[in-house]
């Protein structure tokens, strides 16, 4: 419910909340069918607050996101609540000082987390694993509920917002989820935050991206670098499916 992406769920035959929801269902599908036992799908979400048909109101995308994935089958985690510090903290919407018509601002995404099936498993003393340890310090920030430190990055691009997000939020992710060597997984690859995240963290990656001219700047990004650099793989086409190899 974001005005900037009304257009791309237009030219998939989607108009209503529900239908746009529909077509996110089938990425959290296939999600699910290449994830490892034991494997983590993280979304990073926002609710919306829109005035459709003269009524505004709330639209509870991440409600709809975890009712999506566990009807497919994911198993819901403790989620994060990232609090994008703001240099508005006077912000408000609605009537302002006069009850009962003024509205909550919304500040803070969530970060769903999902896992399949039981937990994974891994050999006994598994190199990747003890490689990607992180510290106690690391450990107590990172699993804490609320993250109030990483501030939003400019969303403006050439032909418009972008959708990106920090680099911080993919980092802490990929460390938290994934060891060395696995193989990350980003089905909304934009502008490639999360696919270089995981080049410079050790892990492979794979970026899907429906947007043609997206994709293409990846690809020349990618072809661009150092060739004896560590690097994420070209996109894969909108239509593919991610070969069926190790992941995380």
């Not at 909340?17 to 494997?39: F, P």
């Amino acid at each position: 419910m974001i005005p900037q992406w009304d257009e791309l769920f237009r030219r998939q035959g989607a108009v209503r909340y529900e239908e746009m929801h529909a077509i996110l269902a089938r990425s959290w599908e296939e999600c699910h069918r290449v994830l490892v036992d034991g494997g983590i799908l993280a979304v990073n979400v926002g609710d919306a607050m829109r005035t459709t048909e003269g009524e505004f109101r709330l639209w509870p995308n991440h409600a709809d996101v975890t009712f999506a994935c566990r009807r497919i089958g994911f198993r819901p985690l403790p989620y994060i609540l990232w609090k994008k510090p703001t240099n508005r903290p006077n912000a408000f919407l609605g009537s302002g000082f006069l009850p009962p018509n003024a509205y909550v601002t919304l500040d803070c995404e969530f970060i769903l987390l999902f896992r399949k099936g039981s937990i994974r498993q891994f050999p006994r003393s598994d190199p990747g694993r003890y490689q990607s340890r992180f510290t106690k310090a690391e450990r107590d920030h990172w699993f804490s509920q609320v993250w109030e430190d990483v501030r939003g990055v400019r969303q403006r691009s050439a032909d418009g917002r972008s959708g990106a997000f920090p680099p911080e939020i993919p980092e802490r992710l990929i460390r938290m989820f994934s060891v060395t060597g696995d193989t990350v997984l980003d089905p909304f690859a934009g502008t490639g935050t999360t696919l270089w995240a995981a080049a410079r963290l050790g892990r492979r990656a794979i970026g899907v991206e429906i947007d043609g001219e997206r994709a293409a700047e990846l690809t020349r990004r990618l072809a661009a670098m150092d060739p004896g650099a560590r690097r994420p793989p070209a996109p894969a086409s909108p239509g593919g499916r991610p070969p069926r190899r190790r992941r995380a």
